[in-house]
């Protein structure tokens, strides 16, 4: 353009994207709700499989070597037997 025209920058011609106009009038809401929301249902999904992990994970009796070694140890088994339980629980 030349230096004398009477071209000039017009301001409404260009839509004004700005912070507010985008993300909080517009649908941008929206988009923060679903990030949001997906945030806080991972933290209360990894929250309630931690819990359930830790109560139900283990099994009330423990494993075979341990109830064995229990039985031993009250006197229901004799060590003959301990070792031979043990070598095959310790086999498969």
């Known amino acids: 353009m030349r230096a004398g025209s009477d071209w000039h920058f017009n301001q409404e011609s260009?839509?004004?994207h700005t912070y507010w106009n985008d993300w909080?009038?517009?649908?941008?809401?929206?988009?923060?709700?679903?990030?949001?929301?997906?945030?806080?249902?991972?933290?209360?999904?990894?929250?309630?499989?931690?819990?359930?992990?830790?109560?139900?994970?283990?099994?009330?009796?423990?494993?075979?070597?341990?109830i064995l070694n229990a039985r031993y140890a009250r006197g229901e088994i004799t060590r003959e037997e301990l070792a031979v339980m043990r070598s095959e629980v310790t086999k498969s």
């Open 14 to 16: 260009c839509m004004s």
């Open 24 to 66: 909080y009038f517009g649908w941008g809401w929206f988009l923060w709700f679903g990030i949001i929301f997906l945030f806080f249902s991972s933290i209360g999904n990894w929250g309630y499989t931690y819990s359930a992990h830790r109560r139900y994970g283990q099994l009330p009796g423990g494993d075979a070597l341990d």
